[in-house]
């Protein structure tokens, strides 16, 4: 037999099973074999009852009624924290939510934005046409949006936190300034003071024969950032908005039906401006950007046959080398202005002063919107002069709100910070302004305007005897009305390039249709008549 069969067989049947029947352990060895296996086996079984013992602890131990749950922190259940986590913040976002929303509601609200140089939207007069088109609370919705408390400077913030954060920012930067309108002295001449922060000495001029330079045709040392580009061109830098072109639809269903509502009665003129990237866009760039003078000349071509239709980009292009746009701000220079009121007077057979009449103003160190909308450093350090024209003749300037009420006699051209040049031009956006004046051919000119049409108002006090201009973002009057009522015998629609094709354009359809069963009443001609009255 072999005798170490069994040595690695502590335990086992066939130790005994193998034996013959009957045989016994008699030898000294087969009974130490013996004893040794029955030790092991004592051992083995000892070891194996432990683990039994304590695996049965554990699965015991593992599966308490009271532990099925997992469990967080202190001993509570994970649904029990998610319970009061979102307790706590419904108790804190709640109330803060409510606050914001209370503060929005009792804080000032702003009227004024000094970063993007502009007046901001204000709150709508309530009718109940207004109120069931939906127009009101639209207005409502808008004004709210547009004159959040600390505007500017929450915007400033934001832009600031992705500075940081490495994100580029297109408004970083915060153009300060306060407006200060001056009250007119209500004297029968009201021929505008000049302001203490301006001088009128070395102002530009228009040239006779202007240079007729194709700056697109040109390379520049130029910087592009989210649509936008900072060109270097004759020694200092420029800003440019690109255009992309669109059809103008919403702008010429509006003229179309507004000229089919008054008839032949009143002249109705078109003239949409262009920015200044038409004429200042290096060649590099000429496929970031879309020719305006075509778009205009493609919306003209839809209008009815009794509008008159007007293109400003060939005369401006003839004076290019002139500061007939601003370089570091939005808008037009007063300069180009000038040229393109003097084509809407011979369109329209007016008289209209030549600008060596007018006394030149000039505001120095300007710097517009163009360095907060695109940060560049090189538009802040290369202000430019922003000069401006005050008329000789005599006219008197009236002010009412949004839906036409009288508010005060005051100054066509006001006195601004210099950051807040271009609001020179009777201080914003956000009235409706009359101009009397003492030309006496009986033209009444009404001129609905985006903010470029600001500029050209000085200029057509030689050519009208009374011009009401309202902004086609923020009027509360019915167009159609206004013109009837008040004798308009021309209507003239001026705004910039991206208004024509653009979303101020659809506001001209509400300004046509809203508010369309009432009487339009000028009262500071009542008021006048009722103290002539009193006076007697």
């Not at 760039?285 to 003209?300: G, L, P």
């Not at 005050?390 to 210099?418: A, H």
């Not at 249709?513 to 009722?530: G, R, Y």
Request: aromatic share 12%; glycine share 6%.
């Amino acid at each position: 037999m072999d005798e170490n069969k069994y040595e690695d067989k502590p335990y086992s049947l066939e130790y005994f099973e193998d034996k013959p029947s009957g045989t016994r352990d008699n030898t000294e060895e087969q009974r130490n074999t013996r004893d040794r296996s029955y030790s092991n086996r004592n051992i083995y079984s000892s070891s194996k009852t432990s683990n039994r013992r304590s695996s049965t602890n554990r699965t015991s131990s593992s599966r308490r009624p009271h532990d099925n749950k997992k469990r967080g922190i202190d001993g509570l259940s994970k649904s029990a924290l998610e319970n009061g986590f979102s307790i706590i913040s419904l108790l804190v976002i709640v109330p803060i939510f409510f606050i914001i929303a209370f503060l929005i509601l009792v804080l000032p609200h702003p009227t004024v934005s000094e970063t993007e140089n502009r007046t901001l939207a204000t709150m709508p007069s309530f009718s109940f046409e207004s109120y069931f088109s939906g127009s009101f609370t639209s207005s409502i919705a808008k004004c709210y949006d547009d004159t959040v408390p600390f505007r500017d400077d929450l915007k400033n913030a934001s832009n600031s936190m992705l500075g940081l954060l490495g994100f580029p920012s297109s408004n970083n930067v915060k153009v300060t300034g306060k407006i200060q309108v001056v009250n007119s002295s209500k004297s029968e001449d009201s021929s505008v003071a000049s302001p203490t922060d301006v001088t009128s000495s070395n102002a530009q001029q228009p040239t006779e024969a202007a240079t007729d330079k194709d700056y697109t045709q040109e390379n520049a040392d130029a910087n592009y950032n989210n649509g936008l580009i900072s060109v270097n061109q004759d020694g200092h830098w420029r800003a440019l908005e690109l255009f992309g072109g669109g059809s103008g639809t919403s702008y010429i269903e509006a003229l179309n039906d507004i000229h089919a509502k008054l008839g032949s009665s009143v002249k109705v003129y078109s003239m949409p401006n262009p920015l200044a990237c038409e004429f200042y866009t290096p060649l590099q760039y000429s496929d970031y950007t879309t020719s305006q003078s075509d778009c205009f000349n493609k919306i003209a071509g839809k209008m009815n046959s009794g509008i008159a239709s007007i293109n400003p980009c060939d005369v401006l292009k003839q004076h290019t080398t002139e500061p007939i746009y601003c370089r570091t701000d939005h808008h037009w220079q007063p300069l180009g202005a000038y040229y393109a009121s003097q084509l809407f007077a011979s369109t329209a057979g007016v008289p209209f002063a030549d600008i060596s009449t007018y006394t030149p103003q000039n505001i120095e160190g300007f710097v517009g919107t163009m360095y907060a909308f695109t940060g560049d450093v090189n538009i802040k350090n290369d202000p430019e002069t922003f000069t401006y024209y005050v008329p000789k003749n005599k006219y008197k300037t009236y002010y009412y709100d949004q839906s036409f009420n009288f508010q005060d006699e005051g100054e066509l051209l006001v006195n601004t910070d210099t950051d807040n040049a271009y609001l020179t031009f009777m201080g914003g956006d956000d009235s409706i302004v009359k101009v009397k004046t003492d030309v006496t051919n009986g033209r009444k000119l009404c001129v609905v305007k985006d903010s470029y049409g600001n500029a050209e108002i000085p200029f057509y006090t030689s050519s009208f005897s009374e011009i009401y201009v309202m902004d086609m973002r923020y009027s509360q009057i019915n167009l159609v009305n206004f013109v009837k009522d008040l004798g308009i015998t021309d209507l003239l629609f001026t705004c910039s390039s991206y208004s024509v094709v653009g979303e101020n354009a659809d506001n001209l359809a509400n300004l046509i249709s809203q508010n369309s069963s009432e009487k339009i009443v000028d009262e500071a001609v009542t008021a006048s008549a009722s103290s002539k009255v009193t006076a007697q």
